[in-house]
């Protein structure tokens, strides 16, 4: 192929790569997204990409990295452009991505990201941070003032670092400029991410000036919405394919699946771009497809993360190849679907066999290790909820006892083998001081089930919760972990 040249305009790119359809310098900057990780990437920016050459606008993005300097310096190098490649079972297509200007990394650049925020042009904000980011209490919807970002800057308010503290300053900002409020769109897997996140900003602005939380309240939007594309980490193959699809090298390339969803809250305070045209849907209640998608999707995704990564699956298609956690997958998806109320045009089984069939896919390189992080971030919304609304109903709560007792298990930190890991969890010091002489599964159920703010009440207090959680969690320890999948597996009637 000769030397490569660097993806960083759109001419000497192979014929057979999708290109945008629209002149990029011909459109203005209307979004600022916090968070351009591979999922934004995978996600909203194909979906304004789209909006761009279907109907226009200035709606591009100007995206800030809050750590990443690496990220930043991929696409920066590029002019923002970067390589999308969707991989499915007959192969894969690259498609090149211009929504992205550029991105300013936080830590460099903090008053030039504020001056961003506060500008004009501005019309919404975007964010994928991942959950722990926010540092919002859920049970009592206000902002977690124990955060280390949030402390830090409800004592500093006018040089914020966190994202709550940097939504309320620019607010703040550009109330006093008499500049209009944004639209504040979080697209990470929050319960009612819109409800919880502009209670989190109210919250806080509320501790520092009560006037500015009304002004915020009357003026802000905080749509809720559910996104869906399973999206790996990039790897040295998904360079390597780039490099072969298309003809140059590209550093911010990111790979997905065919699939994309996107289920958004039609609450806009100035306007927003086309996204119906890439196939969004908009609609006035967004809980049923997000509850949907947490319970079926995320759910199964935890139960085969922890069961499989022990069970020595890399991949969630490795998963999907063993011998008996399909069927588990299978279980854990029907015993989600029982605890959703109907929703109209969906009907969860046929939704559960695309899911399946989604994470069978051959050309994804999906880690269990990836989906196993921030475990106690997740299985609230994933699996602790589900629970309790099963054990209200009298429906069966062993499967997600059975996924709560495999991350239980996961907490140890060691494989049958001895293998260490690090279970990258924002608690995992605390997870590690609660499990400090612990061996049986009694202690352990005991331990974790103790963690502040984890556990609801109703299962903590539950002898049929405990007690499955014990069984299921002591043949993990004592039998092995293949040992215990085959158990449970034999249960399901495999």
Same mark, same amino acid.
């Given at each position: ?5 660097r ?13 945008p359809?629209?002149m ?44 990443s ?22 192969g894969?297509r ?12 936080m ?19 975007s ?32 040089n ?22 944004f ?11 819109g409800? !919880? /996140? ?6 806080? &602005? @509320?501790? +520092?000036? %009560? ?6 309240? $009357?003026?802000?939007?905080f ?8 999206t ?18 590209d ?76 069927? !588990? /997958? ?6 989600? &679907? @029982?605890? +959703?109320? %109907? ?6 089984s $046929? ?75 924002p ?5 590690a001081?609660?499990?400090n ?27 049929q ?30």
């Amino acid at each position: 192929m000769g030397m490569l040249g660097r993806l960083s305009d759109l001419s000497n790119i192979d014929p057979a790569v999708s290109l945008p359809g629209y002149m990029p310098d011909q459109h203005k900057c209307g979004i600022v997204h916090l968070g351009p990780g591979a999922f934004h990437r995978a996600h909203q920016a194909v979906y304004t990409d789209a909006a761009l050459a279907a109907s226009g606008g200035d709606w591009r993005i100007t995206a800030i990295s809050l750590r990443s300097r690496q990220g930043a310096d991929a696409l920066n190098a590029q002019n923002g452009l970067y390589t999308l490649i969707e991989r499915g079972t007959l192969g894969a297509r690259a498609r090149v991505i211009a929504s992205i200007k550029r991105v300013i990394v936080m830590a460099d650049h903090a008053a030039q990201a504020m001056s961003l925020l506060v500008d004009p042009a501005t019309r919404i904000v975007s964010m994928t941070v991942t959950e722990k980011a926010y540092g919002i209490d859920r049970q009592n919807s206000c902002v977690d003032v124990g955060h280390p970002a949030n402390r830090a800057d409800l004592a500093n308010p006018r040089n914020p670092t966190g994202v709550i503290g940097l939504l309320v300053e620019s607010l703040r900002q550009r109330r006093d400029a008499g500049v209009s409020a944004f639209t504040v769109l979080c697209c990470d897997n929050l319960p009612d991410n819109g409800v !919880l /996140v502009k209670a989190g900003v109210l919250d806080f &602005a @509320a501790r +520092l000036d %009560p006037q500015l939380a009304e002004w915020i309240g $009357d003026n802000a939007t905080f749509p809720s919405n559910m996104v869906d594309r399973i999206t790996p980490a990039s790897s040295s193959e998904t360079y390597s394919m780039c490099q072969e699809l298309t003809g140059q090298q590209d550093r911010a390339c990111v790979e997905t699946e065919e699939f994309s969803q996107w289920v958004i809250e039609d609450k806009f305070a100035d306007g927003r771009p086309d996204w119906e045209s890439a196939g969004a849907l908009f609609v006035e209640d967004v809980a049923p497809f997000e509850r949907m998608k947490l319970r079926m999707l995320n759910g199964a995704h935890s139960m085969l993360a922890y069961s499989g990564y022990l069970a020595g699956c890399t991949h969630v298609r490795n998963v999907m190849a063993h011998r008996h956690l399909p069927d !588990l /997958v299978d279980r854990h998806m029907k015993a989600a &679907a @029982a605890t +959703l109320q %109907p929703l109209d045009g969906i009907d969860y089984s $046929d939704y559960g066999v695309q899911l399946a069939a989604r994470f069978r896919n051959p050309a994804l390189a999906h880690e269990t290790y990836q989906i196993a992080m921030d475990g106690t971030e997740k299985l609230p919304q994933r699996l602790l909820l589900p629970a309790v609304d099963a054990l209200r109903a009298k429906q069966d709560l062993r499967p997600f006892a059975f996924a709560v007792a495999a991350w239980m298990r996961y907490c140890t930190g060691q494989t049958d083998a001895g293998a260490t890991y690090q279970l990258r969890d924002p608690r995992q010091r605390e997870i590690a001081a609660a499990l400090n002489g612990a061996h049986s599964a009694a202690d352990i159920s005991q331990s974790l089930h103790g963690l502040d703010n984890l556990f609801p009440t109703v299962l903590k207090d539950d002898p049929q919760w405990r007690g499955t959680i014990e069984e299921i969690l002591s043949r993990f320890l004592e039998r092995g972990v293949e040992a215990a999948i085959a158990h449970e597996a034999g249960l399901n009637g495999s």
